[in-house]
């Protein structure tokens, strides 16, 4: 293999790291009415950090044999991250309403905590 495992886990740990900083940045800003507007921070660096964050999951879900449906932690990871990515597409990506764009960008930080719940509890052997 190219890559270790190890060195997967810990650039999917880097992705997920950057992607969260990123998108809490992006929500502060667009609730101080300052929002980014500069397409390498608003676009850009934000859609390849989540698309490496993604390929990471998969090619580690693909090492590991840790299929959705078959194991349910992954299964409900993959359900909250679905969640993560309608929910950043309403609080950044549509036209709406303010609150409703704030309300989205609580939410999606609530899943994400969520999904590092699941992982911690998958790491920990509860799961
Ligand atoms: C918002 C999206 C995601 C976040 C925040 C996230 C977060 C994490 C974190 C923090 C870890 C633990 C890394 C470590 O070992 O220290 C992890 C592990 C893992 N993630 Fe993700 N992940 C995301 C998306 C995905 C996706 C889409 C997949 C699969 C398609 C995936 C598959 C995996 C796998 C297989 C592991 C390794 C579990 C093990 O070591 O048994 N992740 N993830």
């Known amino acids: 293999m190219i890559v270790s495992l190890e060195g997967l886990r ?6 997920a790291t950057g992607s969260l900083m990123l998108f809490f940045w992006r929500g502060v800003r667009q609730w101080q009415g300052r929002p980014v507007f500069h397409r390498l921070g608003r676009r850009i ?3 390849t950090i989540d698309t490496l964050l993604l390929l990471s999951g998969l090619a580690m879900a693909l090492r590991l ?9 992954m299964t409900i990871k993959l359900i909250l991250v ?7 597409f309403v609080a950044f990506r549509m036209d709406g309403h303010m609150r409703w764009r704030r309300a ?21 052997g509860d799961f």
Request: with cysteine; proline share 4%.
């Open 10 to 15: 810990l650039f999917h740990l880097g992705c």
């Open 45 to 47: 660096v934000p859609d």
């Open 65 to 73: 044999q840790q299929y959705p449906f078959a194991a349910s932690w």
């Open 82 to 88: 679905a969640v993560y990515i309608v929910l950043g």
């Open 104 to 124: 989205a960008w609580l939410g999606a930080l609530l899943v994400f905590a969520g999904i590092l719940g699941i992982v911690m509890a998958h790491l920990t």
